[in-house]
Structure formats: structure tokens, C-alpha cells
């Protein structure tokens, strides 16, 4: 499996691999597909400017996971955002969710980061069980989720010499 940070001439990779994880895991993302699919080509280059991309290729070059990563506004300056972060079913536990937050965690890192942060949908299971190996914590923040006010959301924390923040 290779991790590849995405340049912005690969956004149609991009876009692609952000569609299918919203067609196919809608319940866990923050956006919705509707949304998503009505963004042209620019904003899909200006994502991959403005946030670190990674994508999981298999050896075939087909796309498996994705992972962005973002100083999300109003967070520390200090702390670097996991989102959209999606393995493709066919491919999970195979330590690809693994490699993937392992990008943003020496991303993360080289900035002069402290914290990797992300939000984590009220039962999202399967996503709770990855964060809480890689050693994210929860925080007890909480808040609506945005395209579905009638859902919550959870913001984990974890520090990058890999202690927990509680």
C-alpha cells in the first residue's frame, strides 16, 4: 500500500475517493453528497492547497483511504485537524486507517504541532476503536452535527509524544 500526498493535478483522484466514502459511509462524515458532488474542480484543487491529502493506493494504483488534514478555525495554533479520514470496506483492518493518521501525525509533527484533533459522530464505532488505539482520548466536547443538528459529534485529542489529553 502506498500513502501518496496528493498534489493538486490529483484532484479528480481526490474527488473521487471523497464521493464513494460519502455514497458508501454517509452516516460518519460531517458533509453529505449531495453537497460534495456540486463542487467543481476548483474547489477541489483549493482543498488540496490549503490542507495536506494523503491517499492509500493499492498496488494496482486503485485508491483505498483517504485523510486530510487541517488547522481547523478556532482550535490552538498548536493542534493540526484529522478529517474525512475513510478506508474503502473491502480493505479495512488492514492497518491502512494506520499509515493513514501516521501522515498526518509526521505532517502534524514537522509543523511544530502538539495535538492531532478530529470529531467522531455518536456511534461510529469501528472509527472510536482506531482512535482509541492510535491513542486518541475523548475530550467531553461535543457539539451538533452540522449537516444533521439532530446527531452528535465528539472531539478526540491526542498529543504527538503520544500521552493522551484529556
Known sequence: MLIHRALEDDWP?????RLRALRE?????????????????????????TGPTWVAL???????????????????????????????????????????????????????????????VDGNNAAGDLYVRAGFARTGERQPLPRDPSRVEERWVRTLDGSQVL
Open 13 to 17: 483522484l481526490v474527488r473521487d475517493v
Open 25 to 49: 459511509n454517509p452516516d460518519v462524515f460531517a458533509s453529505s453528497l449531495p453537497r460534495e458532488e456540486s463542487f467543481k474542480e476548483s474547489h477541489w484543487r483549493m482543498r488540496i492547497r
Open 58 to 120: 493499492d498496488d494496482e494504483r486503485v485508491p483505498r483511504g483517504l485523510v486530510s488534514m487541517i488547522q481547523e478555525p478556532g482550535s490552538p495554533v498548536d493542534d493540526r485537524h484529522v478529517v474525512s479520514l475513510w478506508v474503502a470496506p473491502e480493505v479495512r483492518r488492514r492497518g491502512i486507517g494506520w499509515a493513514l493518521l501516521d501522515a498526518v501525525r509526521e505532517a502534524a509533527a514537522a509543523e511544530g504541532a502538539r495535538t492531532v484533533s478530529l470529531w467522531i
